[in-house]
């Protein structure tokens, strides 16, 4: 299956993550199968400016395409702007954020509120079209502002007739919480008024969720966000079954140990030891989370102070539960926590 020319065979699409789909998250990705990933969210204003975080998150080497860079921002000359400079790094799609939320973004006029301004999407589309080349654009929306003002089939309207080469829907609204169902009986009816390909984003976290939604429902690629946190085998099963496969089924411990400690290497080739350190204590609970003893696990890895500390609980933890030593955890209670909250271990 091609989008918009990136061919991504049958696989998942990674989906944009801030804070999280940095290069040694996009790196395990594709190792493990996925067919194309998207650097997180970046402000056009940042990179224009220069800015150091800005363009650390959008970084990407040549091995990693196919890649997508989102970039968000609500102003035409300036993301036409940033685009042109995108160009020269030669992504694969450069994609608009139209679908983020919060209120520090859609509080400002970007991000999903761009659905509500038809106008300013149009013109933002059609300036990133013209000054992308013949690179791709793409969109990712949400459905809308809640369930009385659905939008998507007018902004996706927008997208085409601007140029838009494929979009992607997150099938919740801006008001609905996380753990809410995705509603994917729109899907069909935004086909109806658009042809460009359409990417489907929603509560995949299972194996069985991606191969139901791949039947159901006639969508030109499936994106993942959550269920890929910890979990980079889910792009290979998924792929051997739809190929035919032996399903390899869950991954072992030694499995889950060796591919967190080289999540985590990559981290720290990133971003340096200090500052990776909480960033790898947050991928180790969610690698570590479908297994019995991620309490424990959780109870001990804030102690860490230092890289040596963190990898020695890790070998410890890695060793335990190959060895079946944990009493048996509430798994569901736990899924159901991280559906809610990602980061669920600050719930009170
Ligand atoms: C921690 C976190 C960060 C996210 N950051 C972005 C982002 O930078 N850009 C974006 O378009 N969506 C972002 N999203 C939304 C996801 O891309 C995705 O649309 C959403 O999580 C639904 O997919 P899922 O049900 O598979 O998690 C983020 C989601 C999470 C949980």
Redesign the pocket.
């Known amino acids: 299956m091609k989008l918009a020319g990136i061919d991504f065979g049958k696989r998942l699409i990674l989906?944009?993550?801030?804070?999280?789909t940095d290069g040694a998250f996009r790196k395990i990705s594709k190792k493990f199968g996925c067919g194309l990933t998207f650097t997180?969210?970046v402000s056009a204003e940042g990179i224009l400016n220069n800015n150091f975080n800005t363009l650390r998150y959008l970084a990407f080497s040549q091995d990693e395409k196919p890649i997508g860079v989102?970039i968000l921002g609500n102003d035409p000359a300036i993301l036409s702007a940033a685009v042109r400079e995108l160009t020269r790094f030669k992504p694969d799609v450069i994609d608009l954020?139209s679908?983020?939320p919060v209120a520090r973004v859609a509080g400002k006029q970007m991000g999903a509120s761009l659905m509500e301004q038809p106008e300013l999407l149009a013109k933002l589309v059609s300036s990133m079209v013209k000054a992308a080349g013949n690179i791709p654009v793409s969109v990712?929306f949400r459905l809308g502002r809640d369930a009385k003002n659905i939008s998507i089939i007018e902004s996706a309207k927008i997208a085409e007739d601007n140029g838009a080469s494929f979009i992607t829907v997150?099938f919740?609204t801006m008001e609905s919480p996380?753990e809410e169902e995705?509603d994917f009986k729109w899907l069909d009816r935004i086909k109806e008024k658009v042809s460009i390909p359409i990417v489907v984003?929603?509560?995949?976290f299972s194996v069985n969720d991606a191969l139901r939604l791949k039947e159901k429902l006639n969508a030109d690629g499936l994106?993942?966000?959550?269920?890929a946190l910890g979990n980079p085998f889910i792009f290979k099963r998924f792929n051997k079954i739809i190929d035919g496969e032996d399903d390899p089924g869950k991954p072992s411990a030694e499995e889950i140990s060796r591919t967190l400690f080289e999540h985590l290497n990559l981290l720290k080739d990133e971003f340096g030891e200090f500052n990776a350190l909480d960033k790898a204590k947050k991928h180790a609970v969610w690698y570590w989370m479908r297994s019995d003893g991620a309490g424990e696990l959780l109870k001990k890895i804030f102690s860490a102070k230092d890289w040596k500390a963190l990898t020695g609980i890790l070998t410890k933890h890695a060793e335990k539960t190959a060895k079946n030593q944990f009493p048996r955890e509430d798994i569901d209670l736990i899924q159901k926590k991280f559906r809610k909250k990602?980061l669920f271990w600050l719930l009170d």
Not at 15 to 20: D, F, L, S, V
Not at 223 to 227: C, K, L, P, Q, W
């Open positions: 989906a944009p993550m801030a804070e999280i997180q969210m989102q954020n679908g983020c990712k997150h919740r996380y995705p984003n929603g509560s995949i994106m993942i966000a959550r269920g990602i």
